[in-house]
């Protein structure tokens, strides 16, 4: 059974950081496409960043410069380093397995 668990969202200030974790379980990421998605309230989900199997690595333009996504192995782990945010960061931030497996969110607010 694949479970993907998100955690690190909380409420910032903009300009702020936050690192996002999404532990995983069931599913060895280094073999698998990950990727970070968002959904704002109201608004379609949206691609933030993927990371393949290969260790390359794609980001959304308003995400470039900003966020870096990473994964330890040993600890199966997806990151995602969030730097410089903006009120329009907020959204829920899921992890998601080759887009078939999803973990339940975590919150990020960005206050101005």
């Known amino acids: 059974q694949v479970q993907l668990v998100e955690s690190g969202g909380g409420l910032v200030q903009a300009g702020g950081s936050l690192r996002l974790s999404c532990a995983a379980s069931g599913i060895i990421l280094r073999v698998n496409a990950m990727g970070w998605y968002r959904q704002a309230a109201g608004k379609e989900r949206e691609l933030v960043a993927v990371i393949s199997s290969g260790g390359s690595t794609y980001y959304a333009d308003s995400m470039k410069g900003r966020f870096t996504i990473s994964r330890d192995n040993a600890k199966n782990t997806l990151y995602l380093q969030m730097n410089g945010l903006k009120p329009e960061d907020t959204a829920m931030y899921y992890c998601?397995?080759?887009?078939?497996?999803w973990g339940q969110g975590t919150q990020v607010t960005v206050s101005s």
């Open positions: 998601a397995a080759n887009d078939r497996y």
